[in-house]
T-cell receptor, first 113, second 114 residues
Framework: GENVEQHPSTLSVQEGDSAVIKCTYS??????FPWYKQELGKGPQLIID?????GEKKDQRIAVTLNKTAKHFSLHITETQPEDSAVYFC????????????FGGGTRLMVKP | GAVVSQHPSWVICKSGTSVKIECRSL??????MFWYRQFPKQSLMLMAT?????????EQGVEKDKFLINHASLTLSTLTVTSAHPEDSSFYIC??????????FGDGTRLSIL
Protein backbone atom coordinates (compact mmCIF):
# COMPACT_ATOMS: atom_id res chain seq x y z
CA GLY A 1 0.00 0.00 0.00
CA GLU A 2 0.86 3.65 -0.07
CA ASN A 3 3.37 5.07 2.41
CA VAL A 4 3.73 8.81 2.97
CA GLU A 5 6.64 10.28 4.88
CA GLN A 6 6.68 13.87 6.07
CA HIS A 7 9.53 16.09 7.23
CA PRO A 8 10.30 17.85 9.46
CA SER A 9 8.16 16.72 12.38
CA THR A 10 8.55 20.14 14.01
CA LEU A 11 9.40 23.48 12.46
CA SER A 12 9.92 26.78 14.21
CA VAL A 13 10.18 30.03 12.22
CA GLN A 14 10.10 33.73 12.90
CA GLU A 15 7.05 35.67 11.87
CA GLY A 16 7.47 36.83 8.30
CA ASP A 17 9.83 34.02 7.31
CA SER A 18 8.92 31.20 4.95
CA ALA A 19 8.18 27.63 5.98
CA VAL A 20 8.63 24.53 3.83
CA ILE A 21 7.28 21.07 4.60
CA LYS A 22 8.21 18.10 2.45
CA CYS A 23 6.52 14.78 1.80
CA THR A 24 7.43 11.70 -0.18
CA TYR A 25 5.12 8.95 -1.32
CA SER A 26 5.74 5.41 -2.47
CA UNK A 27 2.92 4.50 -4.85
CA UNK A 28 3.45 5.91 -8.33
CA UNK A 29 -0.29 5.46 -8.97
CA UNK A 30 -1.14 8.18 -6.44
CA UNK A 31 -2.48 11.21 -8.25
CA UNK A 32 -4.08 13.48 -5.67
CA PHE A 33 -2.19 15.27 -2.91
CA PRO A 34 -4.04 17.43 -0.37
CA TRP A 35 -2.60 19.39 2.54
CA TYR A 36 -4.50 19.82 5.78
CA LYS A 37 -4.04 22.19 8.71
CA GLN A 38 -5.12 20.96 12.12
CA GLU A 39 -5.46 23.29 15.07
CA LEU A 40 -5.53 22.00 18.62
CA GLY A 41 -8.73 20.12 19.41
CA LYS A 42 -10.08 20.55 15.89
CA GLY A 43 -10.42 18.42 12.80
CA PRO A 44 -8.11 18.86 9.79
CA GLN A 45 -8.97 21.68 7.41
CA LEU A 46 -8.11 21.41 3.73
CA ILE A 47 -5.83 24.31 2.78
CA ILE A 48 -4.65 23.36 -0.70
CA ASP A 49 -4.48 20.34 -2.96
CA UNK A 50 -2.78 19.38 -6.19
CA UNK A 51 -3.40 16.75 -8.80
CA UNK A 52 -0.71 14.85 -10.64
CA UNK A 53 -1.24 16.65 -13.93
CA UNK A 54 -0.07 19.90 -12.34
CA GLY A 55 3.42 20.72 -11.10
CA GLU A 56 2.62 23.71 -8.93
CA LYS A 57 -0.38 25.45 -7.42
CA LYS A 58 -0.57 28.67 -5.48
CA ASP A 59 -3.20 30.27 -3.28
CA GLN A 60 -2.14 33.59 -1.76
CA ARG A 61 0.64 32.79 0.76
CA ILE A 62 0.42 29.05 0.26
CA ALA A 63 1.89 27.04 -2.59
CA VAL A 64 2.37 23.36 -3.29
CA THR A 65 4.83 21.79 -5.69
CA LEU A 66 4.82 18.25 -7.01
CA ASN A 67 7.63 16.22 -8.54
CA LYS A 68 6.08 13.03 -9.90
CA THR A 69 9.37 11.58 -11.03
CA ALA A 70 10.90 11.85 -7.58
CA LYS A 71 7.56 11.16 -5.89
CA HIS A 72 7.70 14.09 -3.57
CA PHE A 73 5.62 17.18 -2.94
CA SER A 74 6.09 20.20 -0.76
CA LEU A 75 4.08 22.89 1.00
CA HIS A 76 5.43 26.41 1.00
CA ILE A 77 4.06 29.11 3.29
CA THR A 78 5.41 32.61 2.78
CA GLU A 79 5.21 35.60 5.12
CA THR A 80 4.25 33.37 8.02
CA GLN A 81 1.98 34.71 10.74
CA PRO A 82 1.38 33.48 14.30
CA GLU A 83 -2.02 32.17 13.24
CA ASP A 84 -0.26 29.80 10.85
CA SER A 85 0.92 27.87 13.92
CA ALA A 86 -0.71 24.43 13.76
CA VAL A 87 -0.03 20.85 12.73
CA TYR A 88 0.11 20.32 8.98
CA PHE A 89 -0.54 16.98 7.31
CA CYS A 90 0.17 15.96 3.76
CA UNK A 91 -1.72 13.09 2.20
CA UNK A 92 -1.82 11.05 -0.98
CA UNK A 93 -4.52 9.08 -2.68
CA UNK A 94 -5.42 7.31 -5.87
CA UNK A 95 -8.52 8.92 -7.25
CA UNK A 96 -11.27 6.52 -8.29
CA UNK A 97 -9.79 3.81 -6.13
CA UNK A 98 -11.86 4.48 -3.03
CA UNK A 99 -10.28 7.91 -2.70
CA UNK A 100 -8.76 6.80 0.57
CA UNK A 101 -6.16 9.17 1.92
CA UNK A 102 -2.84 8.04 3.35
CA PHE A 103 -1.53 10.71 5.69
CA GLY A 104 1.99 11.74 6.50
CA GLY A 105 3.07 11.89 10.13
CA GLY A 106 2.42 15.62 10.49
CA THR A 107 4.54 18.73 11.03
CA ARG A 108 4.07 20.97 14.03
CA LEU A 109 4.70 24.52 12.79
CA MET A 110 5.39 27.23 15.34
CA VAL A 111 5.56 30.82 14.16
CA LYS A 112 7.21 33.06 16.72
CA PRO A 113 6.02 36.66 16.83
CA GLY B 1 -19.63 25.40 2.02
CA ALA B 2 -18.76 21.73 2.68
CA VAL B 3 -19.41 21.82 6.41
CA VAL B 4 -19.20 18.59 8.39
CA SER B 5 -20.62 18.50 11.89
CA GLN B 6 -19.64 15.91 14.46
CA HIS B 7 -21.45 15.26 17.71
CA PRO B 8 -20.68 15.03 20.54
CA SER B 9 -17.40 16.89 20.65
CA TRP B 10 -16.41 15.31 23.95
CA VAL B 11 -17.70 12.32 25.87
CA ILE B 12 -16.63 10.65 29.07
CA CYS B 13 -18.15 7.33 30.04
CA LYS B 14 -17.60 4.27 32.14
CA SER B 15 -15.88 1.16 30.88
CA GLY B 16 -18.31 -1.30 29.32
CA THR B 17 -20.77 1.24 27.96
CA SER B 18 -21.43 1.92 24.29
CA VAL B 19 -20.96 5.33 22.75
CA LYS B 20 -22.47 6.66 19.53
CA ILE B 21 -20.83 9.42 17.52
CA GLU B 22 -22.68 11.23 14.74
CA CYS B 23 -21.21 12.73 11.60
CA ARG B 24 -23.37 14.99 9.43
CA SER B 25 -22.69 16.80 6.20
CA LEU B 26 -24.68 20.00 6.66
CA UNK B 27 -24.72 21.58 3.23
CA UNK B 28 -23.99 18.76 0.84
CA UNK B 29 -24.82 15.13 0.22
CA UNK B 30 -21.85 12.90 0.90
CA UNK B 31 -21.48 9.80 -1.21
CA UNK B 32 -18.75 8.52 1.06
CA MET B 33 -17.87 9.08 4.69
CA PHE B 34 -14.69 8.04 6.44
CA TRP B 35 -13.90 7.42 10.08
CA TYR B 36 -10.44 8.05 11.51
CA ARG B 37 -8.79 7.62 14.85
CA GLN B 38 -6.04 9.92 16.09
CA PHE B 39 -3.87 9.40 19.15
CA PRO B 40 -2.12 12.40 20.78
CA LYS B 41 0.61 13.89 18.61
CA GLN B 42 0.08 11.27 15.93
CA SER B 43 -1.36 11.21 12.46
CA LEU B 44 -4.83 10.14 11.39
CA MET B 45 -5.39 6.43 10.96
CA LEU B 46 -8.27 5.36 8.73
CA MET B 47 -10.64 3.00 10.47
CA ALA B 48 -13.35 2.47 7.87
CA THR B 49 -14.99 3.78 4.73
CA UNK B 50 -18.74 3.88 4.42
CA UNK B 51 -21.07 4.51 1.51
CA UNK B 52 -24.73 5.32 1.96
CA UNK B 53 -26.88 2.23 2.08
CA UNK B 54 -24.05 -0.30 2.07
CA UNK B 55 -21.84 -1.98 4.63
CA UNK B 56 -18.72 -0.20 5.74
CA UNK B 57 -15.30 -1.36 4.62
CA UNK B 58 -12.98 -1.70 7.59
CA GLU B 59 -9.22 -1.34 7.55
CA GLN B 60 -7.08 -4.24 8.61
CA GLY B 61 -6.91 -4.58 12.37
CA VAL B 62 -10.14 -2.67 13.05
CA GLU B 63 -12.79 -4.83 14.69
CA LYS B 64 -16.09 -4.40 12.87
CA ASP B 65 -18.06 -5.76 15.81
CA LYS B 66 -16.37 -3.27 18.11
CA PHE B 67 -16.79 -0.23 15.91
CA LEU B 68 -20.22 -0.32 14.33
CA ILE B 69 -20.76 2.05 11.44
CA ASN B 70 -24.12 2.96 10.02
CA HIS B 71 -24.52 5.20 6.99
CA ALA B 72 -28.28 5.50 6.71
CA SER B 73 -28.48 8.60 4.54
CA LEU B 74 -26.36 10.81 2.33
CA THR B 75 -25.92 13.28 5.18
CA LEU B 76 -25.48 11.08 8.25
CA SER B 77 -23.08 8.40 9.36
CA THR B 78 -22.72 7.07 12.89
CA LEU B 79 -19.91 5.27 14.67
CA THR B 80 -20.80 3.25 17.75
CA VAL B 81 -18.00 2.10 20.00
CA THR B 82 -19.43 -0.95 21.72
CA SER B 83 -18.43 -2.09 25.19
CA ALA B 84 -15.83 0.64 25.34
CA HIS B 85 -12.67 0.16 27.39
CA PRO B 86 -9.92 2.60 28.40
CA GLU B 87 -7.78 1.57 25.42
CA ASP B 88 -10.56 2.87 23.14
CA SER B 89 -9.97 6.37 24.47
CA SER B 90 -8.92 8.51 21.52
CA PHE B 91 -9.88 11.34 19.19
CA TYR B 92 -12.31 10.10 16.55
CA ILE B 93 -12.74 12.17 13.40
CA CYS B 94 -15.07 11.73 10.45
CA UNK B 95 -14.85 13.13 6.97
CA UNK B 96 -17.32 13.37 4.11
CA UNK B 97 -16.79 13.41 0.39
CA UNK B 98 -18.81 14.14 -2.73
CA UNK B 99 -17.90 11.77 -5.52
CA UNK B 100 -14.17 12.02 -6.16
CA UNK B 101 -13.82 15.41 -4.49
CA UNK B 102 -11.76 16.33 -1.44
CA UNK B 103 -12.52 15.00 2.02
CA UNK B 104 -14.00 17.53 4.43
CA PHE B 105 -13.47 16.80 8.10
CA GLY B 106 -15.55 17.28 11.20
CA ASP B 107 -14.04 18.72 14.37
CA GLY B 108 -13.68 15.34 16.01
CA THR B 109 -14.96 13.65 19.15
CA ARG B 110 -12.71 13.20 22.13
CA LEU B 111 -13.67 9.93 23.80
CA SER B 112 -12.47 9.19 27.32
CA ILE B 113 -13.29 5.85 28.90
CA LEU B 114 -12.86 5.62 32.66
Amino acid sequence: GENVEQHPSTLSVQEGDSAVIKCTYSDSASNYFPWYKQELGKGPQLIIDIRSNVGEKKDQRIAVTLNKTAKHFSLHITETQPEDSAVYFCAASIRNAGNMLTFGGGTRLMVKP
Amino acid sequence: GAVVSQHPSWVICKSGTSVKIECRSLDFQATTMFWYRQFPKQSLMLMATSNEGSKATYEQGVEKDKFLINHASLTLSTLTVTSAHPEDSSFYICSAQIGGGPQHFGDGTRLSIL
